[in-house]
């Protein structure tokens, strides 16, 4: 129940927003802002970046500056960037900023759409990891046969190693998110395989099967055993748990195959006069089509396991990818879920391993 | 040049079959066996079954059974037989007698349509591991927008662990399996990371990029250094390197993903009157996106690092599928390429290990 009480702490109408080092600039983030504002006037915004530059992009929309409050860092992180060398001299950026302004408490969740690697080490260096997490994890929605649409993958990169008690803390945080973030009461969660026999697999996987089985009941959500790559975009589960190697090549090959599959139908209605035409006729129905697999319709990966929430949005997000991030940031903000994992993740690491907060 | 000299061995010239243990009978196999003659007279087959069901299915494809020699079998591994059982218990079933014909020398290559586990752990007890081949691999063709419309990606499954030696001797049957089966030179080898930078990644695959860097040179391939998931389906190599756990989940990923798309796409063309008008013209065009990309076309995941070429078609090929693993077994058959690869390896081995044979 912690958390719950106090759902309308100040910090949750708050989003803590890295303006700069995405591929497309701050005039798309700013206009992401704007948009989804007007379907969420409620929406407030902690903005990090140039103010030079950002107080005429925030002035020209008109009401946007009643939601915003701009805070200058000099500096951007550049997507060709080092993390390790952004972790040492990142002080001063827009990003770095963001990310403090959560530790300081004045937002519970950042939304970046600069480099991936250095947010996430600024990030677990400046907010620190959950008390008994090892292994943050990043999260993402999967295009799915599940009437929410999506399903719930994790890691798909944060880290390429994890044991069992990783595998089974992403089981906890990614039925969470998928609680917290698609409104689901009861996720089913499976552990990704090479097949469904409980004898199957690597020695790791096989321990994580037992130990997510068994704290399963108590937290609320079914345990569907192993799950293989075709149920990805399945409807057999709604969350599915891999590390942080397996995560990110099936993710690749997911997008990739999508990709090519998409190309494949351009080059076939292009082919002939008839397909041309119908290619005509068929245009509302193929747009619904591409918005349904397109994976950046859903922009954002979410980092796991820190204190605070990290939204990480597409470099390359366009103005309707940026509000579709603020709009997750926005209710897991609002749904208190930050602390809501902390409390979930204690829980189940002060039973699991009672000498080791 | 092992192997060139002697290039019309009678084994060469001969496929054996297991006509039993697919999910759609013997029917099927004899017709597959029909279409691919139809198109390759030169072929001869050894099939494998029970002759009493054989023999009138044979007999009714006219001009067939002269291009088969019928070898009876009792028994048949079901889909549902454990494999470590068929192992023990095998004898006298089509597929040990279609795989015992192949150590016997009266052909080189296997194809049968049964039970992938029981196939593979059969296959590696009776004609052994190659001369210094740690674990064998199963390989697939995907498709992709190379010129030859396939990449070759392997293990995607006969074995959970790779270490660097096996991912080394992975590249090398990949690269063979590209020069005899797709047909390409100097085949352009990938080893799958996530990410393309040369120290990202497990220690392992590191030291494996190290050593096929060390091989690629004098056994006429490009080494193009780490890939991602997305250039599985990509052009920007021919091989794709694994292990076999990653392979797997990355195949069935692409296989869901792909399916998924294609179920969508028949979603927005049943839609509206218009866009099921626009699916009528484009007809044409869709059938050959399907055929495109539909993994099954290349019927025939094919076991390598042993002594023969055994080729797995789908359990569930239809008569298409059958023919299409029999032009696969065939074409690899006549090129010599179970004593090519032996070749290849054996040289490798040789420098790379001097002590261990």
Redesign the interface.
């Known amino acids: 129940m912690t958390g719950e009480a106090s759902s309308d702490e100040p910090s949750r109408g708050v989003l803590s927003v890295d303006a700069m080092g995405g591929d497309l600039g701050p005039e798309v983030v700013i206009a992401g802002l704007a948009r989804a504002v007007k379907r969420t006037p409620a929406m407030r915004f902690l903005v990090h970046g140039d103010t030079a530059v950002l107080e005429p992009l925030v002035a020209k929309r008109r009401g946007l500056s009643d939601h915003v409050t701009l805070r200058h860092a000099d500096r951007v992180v550049a997507m060709s960037d080092k993390p390790s060398q952004v972790m040492r001299t990142g002080q001063g950026t827009s990003m770095w900023s963001a990310i403090e302004a959560v530790r300081d408490g004045e937002a519970e969740t950042v939304v970046s759409c600069g480099n991936t690697g250095a947010l996430m080490l600024v990030s677990t260096l400046r907010l620190r990891k959950l008390p008994g997490v090892n292994r943050p994890a990043i999260a993402i929605l999967w295009?799915?046969?599940n009437p929410a649409g999506f399903n719930v993958m994790l890691d798909v990169?944060a880290d390429?190693?994890a044991d069992a008690d990783d595998l089974m803390q992403y089981a906890l945080m990614g039925m969470s998110y998928a609680r917290n973030g698609l409104g689901l009461e009861r996720p089913r969660v499976g552990l990704?395989n090479?097949g469904t026999e409980e004898n199957k697999?690597?020695a790791e996987l096989r321990e994580a099967h037992d130990m997510i089985e068994g704290v399963a009941e108590e937290n609320g959500f079914d345990f569907a055993g192993f799950v293989?790559?075709?149920?990805?975009?399945?409807d057999v589960v709604d969350v599915i748990v891999?590390d942080?190697?397996?995560g990110?090549?099936?993710?690749?090959?997911?997008?990739?195959?999508?990709?090519?599959?998409?190309?494949?139908?351009g080059?076939?209605?292009g082919?002939?006069l008839?397909?041309k035409?119908?290619?005509?006729?068929?245009m509302?129905?193929?747009k619904?089509?591409s918005k349904?697999?397109d994976p950046r319709r859903v922009n954002g990966g979410v980092f796991l396991g820190l204190n605070g929430t990290v939204v990480k949005s597409h470099g390359s997000a366009d103005e309707t990818g940026v509000a579709a991030a603020i709009d997750l940031a926005w209710n897991l903000s609002r749904s208190g879920f930050s602390k809501r994992l902390q409390a979930r993740v204690a829980a189940v690491t002060a039973k699991t391993a009672p000498a080791d907060p």
């Not at 293989?228 to 399945?234: K, R, T």
């Not at 690749?252 to 990709?259: D, F, I, L, N, S």
């Not at 035409?277 to 068929?282: Q, S, V």
Request: overall charge positive; glycine content about 14%; hydrophobic content about 45%.
């Open positions: 295009p799915s046969r990169g390429i190693k990704l090479v697999g690597r293989e790559g075709g149920d990805i975009p399945g891999t942080g190697f397996t990110n090549v099936a993710l690749k090959t997911g997008e990739g195959t999508a990709r090519f599959v998409r190309d494949m139908l080059e076939a209605f082919a002939t008839l397909s035409a119908a290619a005509l006729l068929a509302a129905s193929l619904r089509l349904r697999i």
